[in-house]
């Protein structure tokens, strides 16, 4: 199984700088999701390790050898495009064939001067050997004489998926496969990309834009923001140990309550609100004194609790969302939205408009200086 | 509401009398022996049908070979603009280089000359090259064409960059990807041009008349001229029986081709 691994890796489109100093080690096998907002560099990135674009700065090598030199179809690389980018006036059967067709002599790709060519037929039957069982797995065997117009977007996606696999390559790159598809059927082929990378046993690289995605398929996420990576690391490395706010906001649904934090002493001020009594450590961090701070919290890093507890905030519920298993609150406070997850049994009774009352579980809370960088005890300690 | 059909109607069959009534003209003196051409009256039908001035167009004169003429011309025009066209176009819609915008305007500027500026220096060109008189004289200055690479260009644009780019991964080159997998997505254009230049070439005059003295070498609107000054105008039946021969590859060709012929126009009318 070959990894492949960016060595500073950079891009700049004249002025802009669209990927910046990228370094990263993916291992044989791994499935790592390249994750972050539109414009973040992520599909540059891709494009760059497919070949398409040229690498400004860095080195990209895969098992052990740079590949920056080498032509796209060289370097042993599929790619899915996110448009699929199956080609119109060919068959199914032909848009798979394709790569390998590609493979062959001169002269047998030409359409009608192929005829000409004596082999043609033990190569025909070659190329069918391995199309065959590609679409069989993938369960367009009886789609193979359709052209892609006449398919559904779910169909398409599985013949851009088998024409990828047909030459068996080292590396999977897929850019936002799933981003045209509808809510329910973008489930299913969830689960069956995962299926198909547990039975390859290839590398993937995903992109998306999609946080829940990216948590559910990989086995670590790469989050990008303005060309930087932000953070690496399992999914829930990256909800429960954000290495900043970006990251923290970004992960995580309903969205992280971010609060400003002023502690000075035993007294500390949420958005103005003074609690008393404040803990005398916050994430693994002791509190700060006179520090303008960030405090993230989860929807379940919130709990409600009577108006008289020291830390308690209040403010009007307006939206409530029954999941069954669970409910979302949300509460109106000053200008803010504040997300809390609760029991359903909480819920009942609680109608929009009433005010409630809730106070953070310090336990679970994140800090964050006024940069948005997060404070952790390692590097207090290491700074002291 | 049927009133305003019928008149609507009635306009429309009244424009298409005024623009068939030639051809039909044409048609009956060619089926008419030579004493029912020339009578007072005007009748369409001939009372006598004579297929004679088609043999006289095919065997004395050279109808034939004005066909085929035209034939090889448009074909060779044709060939050699697609060759010629579709990698411009293709660069100009998808490529950056620093002269891009120069030579995409230089285009855009050759569009706006008529080829009768050209046509002496081309002239004294092909003459200077011992071409005169020759098919090479009648093709070579078409080979490519302004229009075409601006009307193909657009085409270009709208051809996704995902389907070439993967094509790329796929391992074609770009010349492979260019001719079969990017020119097949934008075929109505290719066969909108093809069509225009056919019936351009075709029905050329001007160009024929300079460079081509021999009759041999007549293109069929060249040919047609020929025949009637040569016979001074006085075998009509023969001529109009040449001039029938001459439309009839057109026509056909439109009749088959008319769904394309319509896309065509109302393609180059948006694009072009």
Known sequence: MTGISLNAVSKRFGATDVVRDVSLDVAGGEFVSLLGPSGCGKTTLLRMIAGLETVTAGEICMGGETIQHLSPSARNIAMVFQSYALYPHKTVFENVAFPLLMQQSMVLRLPWLRHLVPNRHRVDAEIAARVDPVCHLLGIDHLTARKPAQLSGGQRQRVALARAMVREPKLFLMDEPLSNLDAKLRAATRAEIIDLHRRLGVTFLYVTHDQGEAMTMSSRIVLLNEGRIQQVGTPLDLYNDPANLFVAEFIGLPKINVLDLHADGKEGRIDGIVLREMPSEIDGVPTPRGAQLHVGLRPEALQLCSEDHPHAMSGPVHIIEHLGNEAILRVSKDAKDICIRVQPEQAIGLSPGRTVSFRPAWERALLFDANGSRLRATRLRAAA | ?272
Not at chain 2, 169 to 175: I, T
């Open chain 2, 1 to 272: 509401m049927r009133l305003r059909n019928i008149l609507v109607n009635l306009a429309l069959a009244a424009g298409g009398i005024v623009m068939l009534l030639p051809f039909v003209w044409m048609l009956s003196l060619s089926l008419k022996p030579e004493n029912e051409i020339f009578t007072p009256d005007i009748a369409f039908l001939p009372r006598e049908w004579d297929f004679a001035n088609y043999v006289e167009a095919w065997t004395v004169g050279y109808a034939g070979t004005f066909v085929i003429n035209g034939i090889v011309v448009t074909l060779g025009i044709l060939v050699l603009q697609y060759l010629t066209i579709v990698p411009a176009a293709y660069v100009l819609a998808r490529k950056r280089f620093q002269l891009r915008g120069l030579i995409m305007s230089t285009v855009l500027a050759v569009l706006l000359i008529p080829p009768q500026v050209t046509a002496i220096p081309v002239y004294m060109m092909l003459a200077e090259a011992r071409l005169l008189d020759t098919y090479a004289a009648l093709i070579i200055p078409f080979a490519t064409s302004a229009f075409g690479i601006f009307l193909l260009r657009q085409s270009f644009k709208t051809v996704p960059q995902d389907l070439i780019d993967a094509a790329r991964m796929d391992g074609a080159s770009e010349v492979y990807t260019l001719w079969f997998v990017v020119v097949p997505q934008v075929f109505p254009a290719l066969a909108a041009f093809g069509i225009f230049s056919v019936v351009t070439h075709w029905n050329d005059f001007f160009w024929p008349l300079l460079v081509v003295t021999s009759i041999e070498r007549a293109t069929p609107p060249l040919g047609i001229s020929i025949f009637a000054s040569s016979e001074g105008g006085t075998e009509v039946g023969a001529m109009m029986a040449t001039a029938t021969l001459i439309v009839m590859p057109l026509v056909i060709a439109f009749l088959i081709a008319r769904r394309r012929f319509v896309e065509g126009v109302t393609l180059s009318g948006i694009k072009g």
